[in-house]
């Protein structure tokens, strides 16, 4: 029995909250144990309301028996400060051209404010998260990005330097599995070390798709701020093979930023993660809907 209120109770109300729950029962069973890698992406952090909401799910997720693992990104506050401190970025192919000076303040946003600010956010609803970022134990081994372009004028093939951008190599999940195993959730900061301890700057949507990779994860949920891959009728596209992402590639159907996050998911559900899904972090409860009903808001890419 619930303690007695003074306050007028609202039947329906309250039937409606228990109907919520017994339709969960099934989405809970399914996902006991399960590891649900969260992407975080810097822009669906704008609102505070939002954001809390969103450290809410991942602590309801948690104490429900679930082991949420967040990477969180953090471009727009990476410019924020950089605005602050009058330095110029630039981009290539979506990533941050990132020198010597730059790493220094990409380290101190992404794995200082932002990582303290996210784990604050679950910590504050209840489920105990710890920040850390790629370079903690070892855990995100990185080595510098290859990448070359085709000239223009001369047609030839030309390496680019991204300077302190890298590409993962190799995760040590023991650090995740000694926080999960402790009770605690992991918050990922998207910062690897290179075999001479160098800082490298990864894309935070490469750093989930790899973790999740390694750890086998049932669900790598990506949280961007639109509402999943759109067909050529700017319709939601539900759900996706591995083939059928490349065909959506090759048509000109998925275009710019979307082509690198979908090929993160393609390569995550190659190395064994059960289902990637790309979806919109702006819409309350995003996790939740996306776990707990059947259809789910996002688009779900598989084998
Ligand atoms: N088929 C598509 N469906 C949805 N978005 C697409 C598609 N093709 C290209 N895009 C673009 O990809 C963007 C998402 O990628 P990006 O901005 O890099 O995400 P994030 O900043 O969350 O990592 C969308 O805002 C949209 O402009
Ligand atoms: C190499 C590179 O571009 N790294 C990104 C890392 C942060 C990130 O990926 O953040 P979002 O997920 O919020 O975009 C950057 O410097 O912005």
Redesign the pocket.
Known sequence: MSEPSTQAIDIAAATQQAEVLAHALPFLRRYAGATVVVKY????MGEEHLAQQFGNDIALLKQVGINPVVVH?G?PQINAMLNRLKIQSTFVD?LRVTDAAMVEVVEMVLAGTVNKYVAGLITRAGALAVGICGKDGAMIRARKLARTAKDPDSNIEKVLDLGFVGEPIGVDVRVIHALTGGGLVPVIAPVGVGADGETYNIN??TVAAAVAGALNATRLLML???S????KEKKLIQSMSLHEVQE?IEDG?????????VENCVEAVRQGVKGAVILDGRVPHACLLELFTEAGPGTLIRR
């Not at 992406?41 to 669906?44: E, T």
Request: proline share 4%.
């Open positions: 992406g810097g822009h669906a990104g471009g979506g935070a949507d961007t701020d639109v999943g891959v759109l067909d959506r159907t998925i275009t710019g930023g979307m082509i690198p996050k």
